[in-house]
C-alpha cells in the first residue's frame, strides 16, 4: 500500500517563477494538508484540503495556493518565487479532517535562484 | 497555538531507554498530545498520540503528567534507526480540521 506520493522531488527555480508540487494522498485518505520546512526549522502549516475546499489556512501569504481534486490528490502552488520559498516542501494526509494520524510524504526541495 | 518546549539535542546508547521530555504548561482541555519523528531525508512520522492516559503501542510509550502541562515520549531500548528529530506537538482541531504546530523538536543521538 503505497503512502503519501510528493512530485517533484527536487526542482530549482529562479525569482520571480511560478512553481507546482503534487500530491497524492495514501490510499482511503480524503484530506490533504501542505507544510513548509525550512532548513534547521520544523514544519509550518500552510494550508488544508478537504472536499475539494481549503478548510484552513496558516500564515502564508496569497501567493501560496492550492487545489484538491476529486480523487484527492493536491497540488500546491507557488507564484512569484522569493528566495525565501526555498524550503522542502511537505505534503500530509489523513482519513478525515478530524483524524488524529497524519501520514506525510517525503517532500518536495525546492531551492529558488 | 498552545506551544510546546523541547531540549534542543540529547544523546543516547544503543539499547538503553531513552526518556525525551515535552513541557506544554499552556496546553488546553481538548488539546491531544502528539509525538512525530523525522529521519534525515524523510517527511515526518507519526509515533504516539495521548489525551490524559499513559498509551503505549510498538514503538513506543507515552507518558503524561496529572495535569498534562508535561508529557515524556519513552523508547524502550533505543537503536540506531531511532536517531531522528523527535517533534512533541499539540494536535487542536481549529476550524473543524486538524492542523500540527511543530516546534524545532529535539534531535536525538544514538551511539553504539
Known amino acids: 500500500d503505497a503512502g503519501v506520493t510528493q512530485s517533484p522531488t527536487h526542482l530549482i527555480k529562479t525569482r520571480g517563477q511560478q512553481v507546482t508540487l503534487r500530491c497524492s494522498p495514501k490510499?482511503?485518505?480524503?484530506?490533504v494538508s501542505w507544510y513548509q520546512q525550512a532548513l534547521g526549522q520544523g514544519p509550518q502549516f500552510i494550508f488544508q484540503?478537504?472536499?475539494?475546499?481549503?478548510?484552513q489556512r496558516g500564515n502564508f501569504p496569497d501567493r501560496f495556493s492550492g487545489h484538491q481534486f476529486p480523487n484527492y490528490s493536491s497540488e500546491l502552488n507557488v507564484n512569484a518565487l522569493l528566495l525565501g520559498d526555498s524550503a522542502l516542501y511537505l505534503c500530509?494526509?489523513?482519513?478525515?479532517?478530524?483524524?488524529?494520524?497524519?501520514?506525510f510524504g517525503a517532500g518536495s526541495r525546492l531551492t529558488v535562484l | 497555538d498552545a506551544k510546546t518546549t523541547q531540549p534542543n539535542s540529547m544523546e543516547s546508547n544503543e539499547e538503553e531507554p531513552v526518556h525525551l521530555p515535552c513541557n506544554h504548561s499552556?496546553?488546553?482541555?481538548?488539546?491531544?498530545i502528539h509525538w512525530y519523528r523525522q529521519l534525515p531525508s524523510q517527511g515526518p512520522e507519526y509515533v504516539i498520540h495521548?489525551?490524559?492516559s499513559n498509551v503505549n503501542n510498538r514503538m513506543a510509550s507515552l507518558a503524561i503528567a496529572e495535569d498534562r502541562k508535561s508529557s515524556t515520549l519513552i523508547l524502550h531500548r533505543a537503536t540506531l534507526r531511532d536517531a531522528a528529530v523527535y517533534y512533541c506537538?499539540?494536535?487542536?482541531?481549529?476550524?473543524?480540521?486538524?492542523?500540527?504546530?511543530f516546534g524545532t523538536g529535539t534531535q536525538l543521538k544514538v551511539e553504539l
Open positions: 499552556t496546553i488546553s482541555g481538548t488539546d491531544y
Open positions: 484540503y478537504y472536499e475539494e475546499e481549503e478548510r
Open positions: 495521548g489525551l490524559t
Open positions: 490510499s482511503g485518505h480524503d484530506t
Open positions: 500530509a494526509s489523513s482519513l478525515t479532517a478530524q483524524a488524529n494520524v497524519l501520514t
Open positions: 506537538i499539540l494536535l487542536g482541531f481549529t476550524g473543524g480540521g486538524n492542523k500540527l504546530t
